[in-house]
């Protein structure tokens, strides 16, 4: 079992430019989340899908939009990078309660 | 919403002294309380979490306690060895399908 996995690893951007985060488990988790963390703020979330299907805000959602293709795969998308979404992004899955976390993308916008 | 504090936010210690770290909460609805340990460069893993009914739970060297009516949880890990350095947090939430809500993290330091 990979548990979740995310793609890239590492990613540049440019101010305006979009990029999509992918996120994907193989443990038949319903909710997946996606978080943010920044130095000394913990982590943030972003936003999460209780279920295939659902998606709903977190603490933090503003420049973010999502989209639960299917039970395994949970993508977070950029629409106009900002250097405020310079961060470390993790996803986690979950059943009940604890949440298994990806390797993370480090997103640096320029 | 539900609100997790936590200190201290760093904590150094020589290698087999005791550490402590200790998390508020704001949600008295909260009944879910688990740590996270992150090792530099990677992922977040649970090392131990405790559910409202239970005042103590140990698993070897790291132990949890909650006190419900204070509102108030912390982490102990004794004889501490160099591979315990890393970043620890400590999150609630209200269980089952519910999301965390996680401190801002400790940074923990074990001198050889």
């Known amino acids: 079992n990979a548990g979740v996995t995310q793609t890239p690893k590492f990613q540049v951007l440019k101010t305006g430019q979009s990029m999509t985060l992918q996120c994907a488990q193989d443990?038949?988790?319903?909710?997946m989340y996606w978080y943010r963390q920044d130095p000394g703020m913990g982590l943030r979330l972003i936003y999460y899908?209780?279920?295939?299907?659902?998606?709903d805000k977190g603490e933090v959602p503003n420049g973010y939009n999502v989209s639960r293709l299917n039970k395994r795969e949970f993508s977070l998308r950029l629409e106009s990078a900002a250097p405020s979404q310079t961060s470390v992004y993790f996803c986690?899955?979950?059943?009940?309660?604890?949440?298994?976390f990806g390797p993370g993308t480090r997103l640096t916008v320029l | 919403g539900e609100n997790v504090e936590q200190h201290p936010s760093t904590l150094s210690v020589q290698e087999g002294d005791s550490a402590v770290i200790k998390c508020t909460y704001s949600?008295?609805?909260?009944?879910?309380f688990p740590w996270y340990k992150q090792e530099l460069g990677k992922r977040p893993q649970l090392i131990i979490d405790?559910?409202?009914?239970?005042g103590e739970k140990k698993d070897q060297r790291i132990a949890v306690t909650l006190n419900k009516t204070a509102k108030h949880f912390s982490l102990h890990i004794t004889e501490t060895q160099p591979e315990d350095s890393a970043v620890y947090f400590c999150?609630?939430?209200?269980?089952?399908?519910?999301?965390?809500?996680f401190g801002k993290g400790t940074m923990l330091l074990v001198s050889p």
């Open positions: 986690a899955s979950s059943e009940l309660d604890e949440q298994f």
């Open positions: 443990m038949n988790h319903n909710s």
């Open positions: 899908s209780a279920s295939e299907g659902t998606t």
């Open positions: 949600d008295s609805a909260s009944n879910y």
């Open positions: 405790i559910r409202s009914n239970v």
């Open positions: 999150a609630a939430s209200m269980g089952g399908y519910s999301t965390l809500t």
